[in-house]
């Protein structure tokens, strides 16, 4: 390992060591090699390609996906006295020029620059006049064609290898399976290159899945504890994202919408509240969140099911970037499995894709259904290792009941064949509970012998009954014939008694933070007699940051300052030992957090 990239480590980001296999993936960067990166989020991939930009000659070009993160590393790196930029639609003609211009005289270290951007051949002729020092490709899961993030101006990303052999690539990612990876590999003219995977787990977050049965309440419940916490709520639809954020602002809490539909301008301000401001919570579509860097996201809940694991994992992935304890909360119900299964079925593409899209449904409703440890599952999918227990998710720290729903089960099967397999799952359960309703008269189902037989169980109980046989495969919906349920051949077993069934007693399971040895706060816990220090610190960090035009975490983040309380550093050399001060950040404001430290400690 270059003894200059430590240094660079130490002097400029603040840290004394590197993490998992940042060292390796670095130093085989710095030689001109070709890696694909696999690594969870907050695991610090960005330094495995800003520090070798720093370490070669010439300038970093990192290929990015989004605009808003674009504009969130740049700061950063500014903050640090890297010279870095990005070329993107938000820049008008005379700032694209300069920037340009000092990209042409060597005067940048690294280069933001957006897919559809860099493919251009203006653009490739501009890099053909300049020194380069890599080529790295954030987000690359977005190449493939069969993921949830696919991007089409990714694919043509090959070019890189035709146009700039000699140019060393790094394609960076924290979301990718097995045939993902193949894809990267393949589509990016990666063959050659090292592949470097680090795991998936994030055992900081823990996972709570649950069915949905009054939302609203489920979420108010779950949000009580947080009221001071930043986190992010995803919805399938932009109209439930709007009633959902204003719901909440009515409950008290700063909860803005987010979607595509949105004004950019609007957008923009939400996404910067929800970056520099505390306890804000993003009410978002799937549009909101690739790339976000705020370390200090305490939850991800999701009022909807997402349609892949990967969706999941990428999702929730942004709670706890700090490493701290947070939770990925969801809840969802039949409708949700109806409402995607016929968005995979109505989806465009060769029927092999549409198979694609129904594996990935089936693998996310199994993750939801299982009752053993769901950390285990989703690592799994992953091709990744994992204990039989985290202890660390819902069904860890409180195991699932089940029940024996054999005869329940033969009942709901029996009345759905009776009643012609032409209804859905309201009808079914009128005729179950024995209710005399206008469509049941009308198609006489009241004289049918399944007609009151399943009164000794509640509705919502069938409901439940309902959505678990169906992602069991025992029972399909008909999505084009009004989502009308309809017996499979794999129910044949157990409607025949050959095959006994046992379904979970479904409760809503509360976080139980005390269990996992996690805390009800977003902040590090303060005592009672250090909290006017804590607050001073934190109020000195807000100053600097509205100063700079950055969010607070650019300046230090909750674990420097928490560093900072504990140790009370008087001096330079004792703050250069606080982890996250590098020496450009000590210069710029460290003089402002040692004037206050100095005088709580009395020197």
Known sequence: MPQNALEILNNLYGYKSFRGDQAEIIDHVSAGNNALVL?????????????????????GIIISPLIALMQDQVDAMQQLGVRAAFLNSSLDHRQQASIEQ?????????LYIAPERLIQNYTLDLLGRCKLALFAIDEAHCVSQWGHDFRSDYLSLSLLQECFPSIPRIALTATADLRTRQEIIERLSLIDANAFISGFDRPNIRYAIANKTIAKKQLLDFLKPRTKEAGIIYCLSRKKVEDTAAWLTQQGFTALPYHAGLPAELRHTHQNRFLREDGVIIVATIAFGMGIDKPDVRFVAHLDLPKSIEAYYQETGRAGRDGQPADAWMIYGLQDVVRLQQMAQNSEGAEQFKRAERHKLDAMLGLCEVTSCRRKVLLNYFADQAPEQCGNCDNCQIPPQTWDATEAAQKLLSCIYRTGQRFGAMHVIDVLLGKETEKVTQHQHQQLSTFG???DIHEAQWRSVIRQLVVRGLLRVDIEGYSALQLTDLCRPVLKGRQPLHLQIEELKAPSRKKSGTKSTNRPQILPEDKELWDELRECRKFLAEEY???????????????????LPTSTSEMLRINGVGNNKLEKYGGEFLDILRRYSGA
């Open 39 to 59: 690594m969870p989020t907050g695991g610090g991939k960005s330094l495995c390609y800003q520090i070798p930009s720093l370490l070669l000659e010439g300038v």
């Open 102 to 110: 000092q990209l042409l005289s060597g005067a940048l270290d690294l």
């Open 453 to 455: 037989i399943g009164s």
């Open 549 to 567: 035009n950055v969010p607070p975490y650019v300046i230090f983040h909750d674990a420097t300052l928490k560093e900072m309380l504990d140790t």
